[in-house]
């Protein structure tokens, strides 16, 4: 079992900044993928960010550019980097484990979820 625990959620401004991290305990995650998804009342789960064991990462059009995902293996840590935040990103945002080593952008391509964090974004 893996139990994933996000943190780093609030608050802020459009056009501010938010950190959002994800730390993974249990089992060594060996070499599998992880991803944030993020999730909006009354629409479904979207894909957000991914990236490999090997740092190989993967954007929603509508981060890209603005969001930057990152890993410390060492850690069993992941990185939401959000900049230039718009109100249309106020979601609670998921951790999640990726299946295998390669990137899934679909939620049905990982095993293990965290609990979410809120991210509100004022305009």
């Known amino acids: 079992q893996v139990q994933l625990v996000e943190s780093g959620g609030g608050l802020v401004q459009a056009g501010g900044s938010l950190i959002l991290s994800c730390a993974a305990s249990g089992r060594t995650l060996s070499t599998q993928a992880m991803g944030w998804f993020r999730q909006a009342p009354g629409k479904e789960r979207e894909f957000v960010a991914a990236?490999?064991?090997?740092?190989?990462?993967s954007y929603a059009d509508s981060v890209k550019g603005r969001f930057t995902i990152s890993r410390d293996n060492s850690k069993n840590t992941i990185y939401l980097q959000m900049n230039t935040l718009k109100p249309e990103d106020t979601a609670v945002y998921y951790c999640a484990v990726d299946r295998n080593a390669l990137i899934s952008r679909a939620a049905d391509g990982y095993d293990y979820w965290g609990q979410g964090t809120q991210v509100t974004v004022s305009s």
């Open positions: 990236i490999s064991w090997g740092r190989t990462t």
